[in-house]
């Protein structure tokens, strides 16, 4: 996507295609509207990331609530965003046996009940086997050092969730 395309786009527009880089989070696509115009889309993913960088830690953590646990309730209500239940079928979670669902749902609240947020990883960058083992090692860590953990993923996942709307819109015209 051509950057002037992106510098183009009224408010709307732009929450519309980028409000759920940040899952469930369009208020920080509205809030990087106003640093237009970019001299990329470079310049954009830095946006997501500062913006997140510079979040207090109760911001921090409300992103992290946003998130939908891996494999949990959402996934078998089909009340996933698009987005998510993408990558959760890409990590492989979608065809989970019994056992290893009902594993990571154990891990999932526990390491909730530990933190007061969800576990949270770039699925599209794991697969269930890595999943389960960083959920039974994080669920150790330090409260803040998890924090930062989690929300490294998350840029990871804003990274990857950035360059699809890219390849979409070098596949289409419009947008
Ligand atoms: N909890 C959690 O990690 N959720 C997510 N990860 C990911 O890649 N997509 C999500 O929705």
Request: with cysteine; proline share 2%.
């Amino acid at each position: 996507m051509d950057v002037q395309v992106v510098n183009c786009m009224t408010c709307e527009e732009f929450v519309r295609v980028f409000g759920n880089v940040v899952e469930r989070c369009p208020l920080i696509a509205a809030a990087l509207w106003s640093r237009r115009p970019f001299s990329s889309t470079l310049e954009l993913e830095n946006g997501f990331n500062e913006f997140i960088d510079s979040l207090s830690i109760e911001g921090k953590e409300g992103i992290l609530r946003c998130h939908p646990d891996l494999a949990g309730r959402e996934l078998l209500a089909g009340t996933l965003t698009v987005e998510s239940r993408g990558e959760q079928g890409q990590a492989g979670l979608t065809s989970l046996s019994s056992a290893d669902a009902l594993r990571m749902n154990q891990l999932n609240s526990q390491y909730k009940e530990q933190f007061g947020f969800p576990f949270v990883i770039c699925a599209r960058m794991s697969d269930k086997d890595r999943i389960l083992q960083q959920l039974e090692s994080r669920v150790r860590n330090q409260q803040l050092q998890e924090l930062q953990c989690d929300i490294e993923e998350v840029k990871s996942i804003c990274r990857l969730r950035l360059q699809d709307i890219y390849n979409r819109a070098a596949k289409s015209t419009k947008l």
